[in-house]
T-cell receptor, first 113, second 110 residues
Framework: NAGVMQNPRHLVRRRGQEARLRCSPMKGHSHVYWYRQLPEEGLKFMVYLQKENIIDESGMPKERFSAEFPKEGPSILRIQQVVRGDSAAYFC???????????FGPGTRLLVL | ELKVEQNPLFLSMQEGKNYTIYCNYSTTSDRLYWYRQDPGKSLESLFVLLSNGAVKQEGRLMASLDTKARLSTLHITAAVHDLSATYFCAVYSNDYKLSFGAGTTVTVRA
């Protein structure tokens, strides 16, 4: 019974490059959430997706960030032209239904040099 | 915007003693979660509290919810070393977002 899977676990990028973070939800879960965690802080909501739909992206910066959850395959969080301030841990969570318990993946730790 | 405040942010516990972490939130919600995070790891769900007066217990941890006061507490009984971690409370608002507190970093010393 695999949990939420994220890859890569660690990602190093130079300023201006693109970062692609992947998330496979738990089996049977169709609701995916992305969060960002800065050191010594709590998690900040970024985006909530269902299959092929973005439900709420109010926590995601308008520029350079995008997310998708295609019909087939994992959810992708894409950060274009990364800057040092993008360095953080990015967590994906999934739930079986809205307002259900969210189960978290191991996170992707992004470091921008 | 829903605000969630935890206190204390840092808690140094002595083994064997009891402690409480508080979680206040700013708008009506009847669904509150407690998570645990070990350094460099993901979040582990500890408790889901779904109604006023709800109380859940697991081992040395007990969580309660008072929706009228918009307050949840996480009580630790007879602290032991393996409880050292960061504990987050999180609250659902009406728009499907889960808002997190800043976390309480717990260190248990002998």
């Amino acid at each position: 019974n695999a949990g939420v899977m994220q890859n890569p676990r660690h990602l190093v990028r130079r300023r201006g490059q693109e970062a692609r973070l992947r998330c496979s939800p738990m089996k049977g879960h169709s609701h995916v959430y992305w969060y960002r965690q800065l050191p010594e802080e709590g998690l900040k909501f970024m985006v909530y997706l269902q299959k092929e739909n973005i439900i709420d992206e109010s926590g995601m910066p308008k520029e350079r960030f995008s997310a998708e959850f295609p019909k087939e395959g994992p959810s992708i969080l894409r950060i274009q032209q990364v800057v040092r301030g993008d360095s953080a841990a990015y967590f994906c969570a999934s739930s079986q239904d809205p307002w259900g318990t969210q189960y978290f993946g191991p996170g992707t730790r992004l470091l921008v040099l | 915007e829903l605000k969630v405040e935890q206190n204390p942010l840092f808690l140094s516990m002595q083994e064997g003693k009891n402690y409480t972490i508080y979680c206040n939130y700013s708008t009506t919600s009847d669904r509150l979660y407690w998570y645990r995070q070990d350094p460099g790891k993901s979040l582990e769900s500890l408790f889901v509290l779904l109604s006023n007066g709800a109380v859940k217990q697991e081992g040395r941890l007990m969580a309660s919810l008072d929706t009228k006061a918009r307050l949840s507490t996480l009580h630790i009984t007879a602290a032991v070393h393996d409880l050292s971690a960061t504990y987050f409370c999180a609250v659902y608002s009406n728009d499907y977002k889960l808002s997190f507190g800043a976390g309480t970093t717990v260190t248990v010393r002998a």
